[in-house]
């Protein structure tokens, strides 16, 4: 299964984005065991660094790609 990590919303004109624990919260809802970024500067990457920014032991960097991809494991509990 796959779950979309860059989640945002629109409150009329206003760009709502979640928190590092909403967004954790919504991983852990999910049961998602690894989040594999396509880019380091994608939109994406900015949520994910936020979250390893609250949280950085949630995350462990398995593989890294030459084009920039990245494959994290999440652990629970952290």
Known sequence: MSVPLYLESYRGRELIRPTPAEQRAYLERMGVTHVLL?????????????????????????????????????SRGH
Do not use: K
């Not at 398995?62 to 994290?72: A, E, M, Q, S, T």
């Open 38 to 74: 396509a880019s380091a500067t994608s939109p994406s990457a900015i949520e994910l660094r936020a979250l390893m920014g609250a949280y950085p032991a949630m995350f462990t960097a398995i593989y890294r790609w030459p084009d920039g991809r990245w494959l994290f494991a999440v």
